[in-house]
């Protein structure tokens, strides 16, 4: 969330004031600027009730002391207290007014994205994002390359048709090797990410609240995105991003204790809306998926620094399983909504003969900390706003894509990356049935 004072303070000594910043920012993200004076207009609207509420307050002391006088001397009251009566009404009024415009800010303010850093490339679209760099080469393949979801069926270890039948469409069932595999890979990142790395291992809830979708700004935006859980205030994650950043909701933290970094294990559940006629076949856009998520909680003075650990820790997975994978830093007109800052890992699927998304590593700075109020003591100083950072660590479903395509023989059998073998009990290949 956009702190509403810095959109209203002035600016000084003739540089550009943060309002003036922050509707350029819109517009590098492509999004609407008129409702940046509709915040101002509402906001300056509730501080003139407030202050009207504040006035007649003053009226109603003074009115009031006035009829303690009268009634010590034995006057009559009566006037004074309609008049009291009637004060007393219409500050009742005001404060009902200013309560309902402040809510009424606050929503718009949750409708509105991050501010972007200084070093996000502006660009309209995903064609202005930018290779920082290429790891590891693509494999020489003497034959044309088989697609994930043509090579789990001939090996028996992917469902589709049967998941269709129990679930519906945009579900799987994964079996045999295919299930340990998946386990597998899992396994591995957590393992990595916890003893390597040095993260604390988590397995959130997988149903969250309301307020939490609001803390990461899932809501109200992405409403459409999420499953909700009818009759009740539950919805299943979309990421843990999710439940591990509200883990911290409502808290204060010691500076000494920052930074926070956990590892988590989720299933993620999307119901991908607007994404029909994309990736239909195979399993790049499940409604149900695996993932394990980086999170961590951060001082604002090394964030960026953190940043650049969460993403380089997402590659080494990448690197352990020999994946040629690139790192892309995003624009401003394809970055998420809450980001300020955010790395895609993109995979090589030779299957598909391209680069795809595996990871978004992304820094969201205080956003997020100030819509779940995340904040942290200094030594010497007041409470601030952590800064927040998460991106997967990797999204296991794609990365068995990864490897069924980059492993694959001819007849269509697929070999097992080296550091997984001692997870699948020393099987080094997948073979036909």
């Known amino acids: 969330m956009i702190d509403i004072k810095l959109l209203e303070k002035k600016s000084e000594n003739n540089e550009p004031s943060y309002?003036?910043?922050?509707?350029?920012?819109?517009?590098?993200?492509?999004?609407d600027t008129s409702v940046l004076d509709k915040i101002l207009e509402l906001n300056k609207k509730r501080k003139e009730l407030i202050f009207s509420a504040e006035s007649e307050k003053s009226k109603q002391n003074k009115a009031s002391q006035e009829l303690g006088k009268l009634k010590r001397e034995g006057k009559d009251t009566s006037v004074l207290q309609a008049e009291l009566?009637?004060?007393?009404?219409?500050?009742?009024?005001?404060?009902?007014?200013?309560?309902?415009?402040?809510?009424?800010?606050?929503?718009?303010?949750?409708?509105?994205p991050n501010m972007h850093h200084s070093s996000v490339p502006v660009g309209s679209s995903a064609e202005g994002n930018q290779v920082v760099k290429t790891v590891g080469s693509k494999p020489s393949l003497s034959f044309k390359a088989k697609e994930h979801w043509e090579l789990g069926e001939k090996l028996g270890i992917i469902d589709f048709e049967r998941a269709g039948k129990v679930t519906g469409a945009r579900f799987a069932f994964l079996k045999g090797h295919g299930a340990r595999l998946e386990r597998a890979l899992i396994q591995f990142m957590m393992d990595?990410?916890?003893?390597?790395?040095?993260?604390?291992?988590?397995?959130?809830?997988?149903?969250?609240?309301?307020?939490?979708?609001?803390?990461?700004?899932?809501?109200?935006?992405?409403?459409?995105?999420?499953?909700?859980?009818?009759?009740?205030?539950?919805?299943?994650?979309?990421?843990?991003?999710?439940?591990?950043?509200?883990?911290?909701?409502?808290?204060?933290?010691?500076e000494s204790d920052l930074p926070k970094m956990f590892c988590a294990y989720s299933p993620c559940f999307r119901s991908e809306a607007g994404s029909h006629g994309r990736d239909t076949k195979g399993l790049i856009r499940q409604h149900q998926f695996n993932k394990v998520e980086l999170m961590i909680f951060a001082p604002p003075t090394r964030s960026h620094e953190l940043h650049e650990k969460l993403t380089s820790d997402a590659e080494k997975i990448l690197t352990e399983l020999e994946l040629p994978f690139r790192r892309m830093l995003l624009c401003t007109g394809d970055m998420g909504f809450g980001s300020a800052k955010t790395y895609d890992l993109e995979v090589w699927l030779p299957g598909q003969n391209e680069f795809r998304e595996i990871s978004s590593c992304s820094n969201f700075e205080d956003f997020q900390a100030r819509r779940a109020n995340i904040r942290y003591k200094a030594a010497n100083g007041k409470p601030q706003f952590v800064h927040t950072l998460n991106g997967s660590g990797l999204a296991v479903g794609r990365t068995l894509i990864a490897v069924l395509e980059n492993y694959q023989n001819e007849d269509g059998s697929v070999r097992v990356p080296k550091v997984l073998q001692k997870y699948m009990s020393g099987v080094t290949e997948l073979k036909i049935p």
């Open 19 to 31: 309002l003036d910043a922050y509707r350029a920012n819109l517009v590098n993200r492509s999004a």
């Open 85 to 112: 009566g009637k004060i007393s009404a219409e500050v009742k009024e005001m404060e009902k007014k200013a309560g309902d415009v402040d809510a009424e800010v606050y929503n718009l303010l949750l409708t509105i």
């Open 192 to 254: 990595m990410h916890s003893e390597v790395h040095g993260y604390t291992e988590m397995i959130p809830p997988f149903i969250v609240n309301t307020n939490s979708l609001i803390g990461t700004g899932n809501l109200p935006k992405f409403k459409d995105d999420l499953f909700h859980l009818s009759g009740q205030d539950y919805f299943l994650i979309p990421t843990a991003e999710v439940p591990v950043t509200n883990y911290f909701n409502n808290e204060t933290l010691n």
